[in-house]
């Protein structure tokens, strides 16, 4: 389930959908996460890459569901410490899928970084 609060983006082209939610806390307030959504593709293998800066770093790697339209959704979480969610890191969603790669930057300082070319290749999900 997706947080309710905190969505910082949501970026769509026809049959797909993309969103990269700002940090929610948790119970301790010692953790932030950052959610990578993506939804409404075919087929289902795709791979999702976190980065903090240019490193890449460790996180859930879920399985995609069917939804009701034969189509395929997953979501990515990226569990951060608190005191890694500074305004000079910039973490990185990047989605790569048979039809093409999409990048989505976040920081603390600027909540939301869309790249120049918000597509770096134009999915076409159909």
């Not at 973490?91 to 070319?117: F, M, N």
């Amino acid at each position: 389930m997706l947080p309710s609060a905190g969505c910082c983006a949501h970026w769509s082209v026809p049959c797909t959908s993309f969103s990269l939610h700002l940090p929610i806390s948790v119970a301790t307030q010692t953790q932030k996460t950052l959610v990578c959504l993506v939804s409404k593709y075919s087929p289902s293998a795709i791979n999702i890459t976190w980065l903090k800066g240019s490193e890449v770093v460790q996180h859930n790697r879920p399985l995609p569901a069917k939804d009701a339209t034969g189509k395929f959704m997953v979501q990515s979480r990226l569990q951060l410490r608190a005191t890694d969610w500074k305004a000079e890191t910039t973490y990185t969603c990047q989605v790569d899928h048979i039809t093409g790669t999409v990048i989505h930057r976040i920081s603390k300082e600027g909540d939301c970084l869309a790249p120049k070319h918000l597509f770096k290749v134009v999915l076409d999900f159909h």
